[in-house]
């Protein structure tokens, strides 16, 4: 795997020099270039990547970022280093990959062991120094013919044994004079016809001991350690981060039943508390009755004149306060193509809908004006009234608590009779009021409106034990 070295606007011909050196060292190494601005966060997320070994700043870039580096995490600092030149960077890989990078020599030959039968010693290299008869360096030959003549007796004994070794495309003699001993010359150009004046430098191996052959294995390399302690590292921080995910489920769970319990409570708290409603407005509704009645033992009912309703007018009530709304609701969607006459002292029908120009109802009731002039425009608010509907209705203006009384109510049914038109009068609630006198007058069945609730279902039973033509509409 290769080492990742991250820079930014860094001498670019330094890092390819530099990477020339490692690729000759056979050194893995990339230089990757992590963008053209540097930032404290680029910074931070590139050292975080455990394939990166190091990034390299320049003294302007590490500047920018002053200000933020002593936030960074210690092992975010130490892959931070500030170079300045070639030599710096050569110099910070040497010390991180602890190899040389020195460039090899561009003319000679490096001066390696030889290994050989004779056991380990080291070649020296011999340059002659005539320059007569000599052979060019740049010929492409594996071997030199050395032809033996009569005049070269003693250079034909002398290279007896003679080797010529091919390195690129320059080559040198060995000649091997004794059991332990070998002679190299490596000349740009080496003279044939006068080998004596060559002088070669022997090496003997007879006094170097023959050590044991052993396996040098290297020891990791710095970049290898800071790899390893990166993954340990981040490994440590993953356990970390799951056991502390771990005790916020459970923590979560725990709350979740928590919160499943108050709910039940909180959902029996409510229903405990709607009861508790319903029983405090029939206990109200009862109170009331129970004055009312005391009321009418005390002064004794008066006994007035029954009532004929046509055939073309029904009268309407509420149960109770409860349904007061849902009664104007019924009444306006559930009643197409009529006329509803509103003579609630507690009318809530404008809040339904919008009524542009609302007339006085009571000079119907008390002054006998024709009940079509009365008629009220109206717009969508809340519902939308059935189609035809007509309104009569004033909730602004208080209809007198003795107007049921005082009206003249054969007068009035008369002239709505007359028009043969449906007409639907609200009286309101019927525990209100004058309403309850008004229901032994009609000879009519009154509809009584209710929801389907417990409350509203006991207050018609309580009607219903003092009225007998009353007739139960559930809305």
């Known amino acids: 795997m290769a080492y990742v070295y991250a820079y930014y606007g860094f001498d670019m011909a330094a890092i390819k020099d530099v990477e020339s050196l490692l690729n000759s060292a056979g050194q893995d190494v990339v230089f990757k270039h992590a963008g053209s601005m540097v930032s404290a966060i680029s910074v931070r997320m590139t050292a975080k990547k455990p394939t990166v070994m190091g990034i390299i700043l320049n003294e302007s870039e590490y500047a920018s970022i002053e200000s933020k580096y002593i936030d960074f995490e210690d092992k975010i600092k130490t892959k931070v280093k500030v170079l300045h030149s070639f030599d710096e960077l050569k110099a910070y890989m040497e010390d991180e990959l602890e190899v040389p990078l020195d460039a090899p020599p561009e003319d000679g030959v490096s001066s390696e062991p030889v290994l050989n039968d004779f056991g380990a010693g080291s070649v020296k290299t011999v340059t002659p120094t005539s320059q007569q008869n000599h052979v060019s360096n740049d010929f492409q030959t594996s071997e030199i013919q050395i032809q033996e003549s009569s005049e070269s007796n003693s250079v ?20 091997i004079t004794d059991a332990n001993t070998v002679e190299t010359i490596t000349p740009s150009s080496v003279t044939i016809e006068e080998p004596e004046k060559h002088e070669a430098e022997s090496v003997s191996f007879a006094d170097q001991p023959k050590e044991p052959f052993t396996l040098n294995v290297e020891k ?71 004055e009312q009645q005391l009321r009418e033992a005390q002064s004794g009912r008066l006994e007035l004149p029954a009532i004929d309703v046509p055939a073309n007018v029904n009268f309407y009530v509420s149960a109770s306060s409860l349904s007061l709304v849902k009664a104007y609701d019924y009444l306006l969607r559930e009643k197409p193509t009529t006329t509803l006459i509103d003579l609630s002292r507690e009318s809530y029908l404008d809040m339904l809908v919008q009524l542009n120009h609302p007339n006085r109802v009571t000079k119907w009731l008390l002054e006998g004006i024709n009940i079509r002039t009365l008629n009220s425009s109206y717009a969508q608010r809340e519902i939308q009234p059935a189609t035809g509907l007509n309104i009569v209705s004033s909730p602004n203006a208080l209809i007198p608590e003795d107007a049921f009384k005082r009206a003249d109510w054969d007068f009035i049914l008369k002239q709505l009779q007359e028009t043969y038109s449906e007409y639907n009068i609200f009286l309101g609630v019927a525990t209100h009021q004058g309403v309850p006198e008004m229901l032994d007058r009609l000879n009519s069945p009154v509809k009584v409106l209710r929801q389907n609730n417990p409350a509203d279902k006991r207050s018609f039973n309580l009607i219903s034990l003092s009225h007998d033509n009353i007739e139960e509409v559930v809305i």
Do not use: C, W, Y
Not at 230 to 251: F, I, V
């Open 156 to 175: 034909s004994n002398k290279f007896h044994n003679q080797k010529v070794h091919i390195i690129g495309e320059k080559s040198f003699l060995g000649e």
């Open 220 to 290: 990791p390399h710095k970049v290898e350690s800071m790899f390893d302690d990166d993954l340990d590292a981040e490994l440590e921080d993953l356990k970390r981060q799951n056991d502390e995910l771990t005790h916020k489920l459970e923590s979560a769970k725990q709350e979740l039943a928590r919160l499943e319990k108050v709910k039940d409570n909180f959902n029996e708290s409510v229903q405990v508390s709607e009861d508790l409603r319903d029983r405090i407005s029939q206990l109200t509704t009862d109170k009331f009755d129970l």
